[in-house]
């Protein structure tokens, strides 16, 4: 049997031998802090590469000091971070995997010391700092930030760069109006709320004109928050802009209760897909090789991202297209186990 999920996809120029995505995961990893690759991004990484997964999304990464999570993400705010991602794309792309890297910004979300910005002074929750409101030259300044960041990762090898728009960082909290208050022209209308996600775009793009993702929370669980209709609208923005494709989650933009269950977000994906004739991402509590093949052949959306179901199991390609009655090359290493 021919399946969707097991047959190449090629986008601006760039072929993916399946249509299996390792979503983006931060490891919290980088022992020294630093912001660099390390033994474990070198192990991790690639072992997924080995286990056929066809784009390989490396980890939320920071593009200044001060927009990461945590002290120990991976970070690209420097050029003395690209040698690093240099050896785990080469490494990646030697067991046959496209490769990505999520530019990140984790704005009010951030949990290092000294200042953290958002684009209003308002606290995650209580237990969070209140973030500095962003000035004008804070705002290019991060722009350019994200500029460097994909030059960079051009320098690197990477193949492709998802920008990190979801999940209420930085680039969210610009879009949301529960996060962003401004009374300038970064506030205010939704097209105020997405002029900074546009020129972060377009800085990208000066540099950068291979596939560009952009990772969306389609939804803010919220009801003065976002809702997908908005997401189409700004997708539409984004596709004009050159987004190739947006990758779909939700929520985390405020505290919300969220009513999980396998491919609850895939609605989403659907309806950018179609409401913005724009190829889109599924993402979350997607587990089996049919419910995939499912989204696919429904057109419900383009690539499948498959987070913690790789961490379980590095080689689930393998039990995704045994489910599915296909067979797939195994490492030449490993075939008299495949
Ligand atoms: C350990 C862990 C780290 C994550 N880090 C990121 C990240 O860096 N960037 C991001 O966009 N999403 C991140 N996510 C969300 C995943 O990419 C994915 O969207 C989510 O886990 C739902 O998919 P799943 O049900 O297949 O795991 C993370 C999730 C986990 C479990």
């Known amino acids: 049997m021919e399946t969707l999920l097991f047959s190449p996809y090629t986008i601006r120029g760039v072929t993916l031998k399946n249509r299996i995505v390792m979503s983006p995961m931060c490891m919290y990893s980088c022992e020294t802090e630093d912001g660099k690759v ?8 690639p072992t997924r590469a080995v286990g056929q997964v066809g784009l390989i999304v490396v980890e939320a990464t920071a593009v200044t000091a001060q927009g990461r999570i945590s002290s120990r993400d991976l ?43 958002a684009p209003s002074a308002i606290a995650f929750n209580e237990r969070m700092r209140i973030p500095k409101e962003m000035t004008k030259s804070d705002i290019e300044e991060t722009i350019q930030a994200f500029q460097n ?12 760069i998802e920008i990190h728009a979801a999940h209420g960082y930085l680039i969210n909290e610009f879009l949301s109006p529960l996060t962003n208050q401004r009374q300038d022209e970064y506030g205010g209308t939704a097209e105020n709320r997405y002029r900074f996600l546009s020129e972060v775009i377009d800085a990208v793009r000066e540099v950068w004109d291979g596939p560009l993702f952009v990772r969306v929370s389609a939804s803010d669980y919220h009801p003065e928050g976002l809702t997908v209709k908005d997401y189409v609208e700004y ?5 004009v802009q050159g987004v190739d494709l947006i990758d779909v989650s939700s929520g985390a933009v405020v505290p919300a209760k969220i009513n999980v269950y396998p491919g609850y977000q895939v609605p989403f994906a659907e309806a950018i897909r179609h409401g913005a004739d724009i190829a ?27 987070g913690r179901e790789l961490l379980r199991n590095p080689y689930w390609p393998r039990t995704a297209a045994k489910e599915l009655g296909v067979e797939i090359k195994a490492p030449v290493q490993y075939e008299r186990g495949w």
Do not use: C, P
């Open 38 to 45: 390390g033994n474990w991004h070198k192990i991790h990484y």
């Open 75 to 117: 970070g690209i705010w420097s050029d003395e971070h690209i040698s690093g991602f240099q050896e785990l794309v080469s490494l990646m792309k030697e067991h046959g995997a496209k490769t990505a890297i999520q530019l990140a910004h984790a704005g009010r979300k951030a949990e290092v010391t000294g200042e953290i910005l």
């Open 149 to 160: 960041g994909a030059r960079r990762a051009k320098e690197a090898g990477f193949d492709i």
């Open 235 to 239: 997708a539409k923005r984004m596709k």
């Open 280 to 306: 889109t991402g599924a993402v979350g509590l997607i587990t089996s090789g049919l419910q995939a093949e499912e989204i696919l052949r429904n057109e419900r959306a383009d690539l499948i991202f498959i």
